[in-house]
């Protein structure tokens, strides 16, 4: 079902959430918007290790975020996991774009679920608020987690996997990243600008909704 600015609204754990082109969730009855694996600082990481890669990318998921908080009236955004890439992530440009980001955005209330890059790379810094927990976290009908194989007793929204589905023909074949809606979990794509992905295999009963960037669709 189509949710409007080219997203689709699914129904899980009772909720209308809407699967929006830019890689992310909004759910409409808390204002929040879930956000998987961004990886802010992973170009700075891999710059200071020789490697020559853009710049920019910290900017752009940014002013990701900010378009999105823009068109959904959003109120709280639930980061599940991987905020920070790297220790090397505390650069100090990385962390100025961020603290600057969090200014003009001072009214959100944020929540970082740790995934497994957190644990290396240490919590965000304290000026930026945000709240940080552990998986699963509960609210609602929802668990907030960074793994999507977790034994829990709510219907989970995870990422971790940076999923992406092959579309394939005679001649030719795209990635486009995905969502995976399953029974009792949802696997979001990476919204992060460097953060490739990874082809998935979908499970029986999995759903899968493929983004172009401008829409999503079904293709299975």
Not at 53 to 76: C, I, K, M, Q, W
Request: with cysteine; proline share 5%; charged share 15%.
């Amino acid at each position: 079902m189509s949710g409007g600015m080219g997203g689709a609204v699914v129904e899980v754990g009772g909720e209308a959430l809407l699967l929006l082109p830019e890689k992310a969730v909004f759910w409409p009855a808390q204002k929040m918007l879930v956000v998987a694996d961004i990886h802010f600082g992973k170009a700075a990481a891999f710059r200071s290790l020789g490697v020559p890669v853009p710049r920019g990318t910290t900017s752009e998921n940014l002013a990701g975020l900010d378009a999105l908080v823009a068109a959904y009236d959003v109120r709280h955004i639930m980061f599940l996991g991987d905020f920070l890439h790297a220790r090397a992530s505390h650069a100090g440009s990385t962390q100025a774009a961020m603290l600057a980001w969090r200014r003009r955005q001072s009214g959100l209330r944020l929540t970082l679920v740790r995934g497994n890059h957190d644990l290396h790379a240490g919590d965000p810094a304290a000026a930026l608020g945000i709240e940080l927990v552990d998986e699963p976290h509960a609210l609602g009908p929802f668990a907030f987690c960074h793994h999507p194989d977790l034994d829990i007793g709510r219907y989970a929204l995870a990422g971790h996997i940076h999923p992406v589905y092959v579309l394939a023909t005679r001649f030719d074949a795209l990635r486009l990243p995905c969502f995976v809606v399953g029974k009792t979990r949802m696997i979001l794509p990476s919204f992060g600008a460097f953060t490739g992905g990874h082809a998935i295999r979908p499970e029986a009963g999995d759903a899968i909704w493929v983004t172009s960037g401008e829409a999503v669709h079904c293709v299975r």
